[in-house]
């Protein structure tokens, strides 16, 4: 069931960020060229603020300590002034543009209602996790169980492009030999293709984002003190039992971390596919070029930055794998890791 609600949320949640994006695109086309750029920036924050609101409130329980409530406060802040500030960057657009004014409107609204229901809907879905293991990571570091893990997203990979290669044959077959739409009907069987392949990465990784968690009991302060002395290298203080939970962390964090860089390259190339698409009908003037530059920025940026991470979890779990011999009240795991 919980699998079940993570992937109708990202499909919510794609369409959702599609719909804004495009409705920022077609209905405030005519504004000025930096109000366009920033109402196209910004939008996607509309929708992509509350759903990490909901995804932090479904994870942690703010009232496991103060530490948590106040790291838990400042997201939420955060979240509600950048979707304040989109808001009224789309509203200069709109006027701008002379759009209707429906369009501000839906925008403000539907933003207002995802952040208002984001914190109850992402506490109800809390209530349904099971208790917090013994071993958090024992059954999922091996390298036999990541082997097994990775075989999905490999054969997600492969049923997706044939289905989508002999779905564009035939598109091509009956629309004629018009160079552009044999471009975009490639590129859309690409895009269907790697963003299939990015979810079932999702899927796949939800188990070690869970372990991470529970390493920490499920304690948001914690992790986040896990992953300034484990990723940041940091030398802040930690009790016995929050140093085998850390050593523990710092065992999971890698396979965590290369799953997720797994998942942004094909959701990336997924949506590449479609602005490249959508920049060769025109469409949607400079607004592609901008998207597939911010694109690039980010994994120039998160690449590098998670690969450093990596590296420095292994080295930490290395140099402390003698103090995740006794069990932990945060959670401990003596079982060798994997690497994809």
Do not use: C, N
């Amino acid at each position: 069931m919980r699998v079940l609600i993570f992937l109708l949320t990202i499909i919510i949640t794609t369409a959702l960020s599609l719909g804004a994006g495009l409705l920022v695109g077609f209905q405030l086309r005519d504004a000025s060229e930096g109000l366009l750029i920033a109402a196209a920036t910004t939008s996607p924050f509309l929708v992509m603020g509350p759903v990490i609101i909901g995804a932090l409130a479904g994870s942690w329980d703010h009232r496991s300590s103060t530490e948590s409530r106040r790291f838990l406060g400042r997201w939420f802040s955060g979240v509600v002034a950048i979707d304040a500030a989109a808001v009224v960057i789309v509203v200069l657009a709109a006027l701008s543009a002379q759009a209707p004014i429906w369009v501000p409107v839906v925008l403000a609204i539907g933003t207002a209602v995802l952040l208002a229901s984001a914190r109850p809907l992402g506490a109800l879905f809390r209530r349904t996790e099971r208790p917090i293991p013994e071993t958090p990571g024992s059954s999922i570091a091996d390298a036999g169980v990541v082997r097994r893990k990775v075989r999905p997203i490999a054969v997600t990979f492969v049923v997706a492009a044939m289905v989508t290669s002999i779905g564009a044959a035939l598109l091509i077959a009956l629309g004629g030999d018009d160079g552009s739409e044999l471009a975009q009907t490639v590129l859309l069987a690409g895009q269907l293709t790697f963003t299939a392949t990015a979810m079932a990465a999702a899927v796949v990784s939800l188990p070690y984002g869970r372990a991470l968690r529970d390493t920490a009991g499920r304690d948001i302060g914690r992790v986040h003190r896990f992953g300034k002395v484990v990723l940041g290298g940091k030398p802040l203080p930690l009790d016995e039992a929050e140093q085998r939970g850390a050593v523990e962390y710092a065992r999971l964090a890698p396979l965590a971390l290369q799953f997720q860089l797994v998942f942004l390259g094909l959701l990336y190339v997924g949506i590449a596919f479609q602005f490249v698409s959508t920049a060769i009908r025109g469409d949607l003037g400079v607004l592609p070029a901008v998207v597939l530059t911010a694109m690039v920025v980010v994994l120039l940026v998160t690449v590098p930055l998670t690969v450093r991470r990596i590296r420095r979890a292994r080295t930490y779990a290395q140099e402390h794998r003698t103090e995740a011999d006794a069990p932990s009240a945060v959670g401990t795991s003596t079982e060798p890791t994997a690497s994809l």
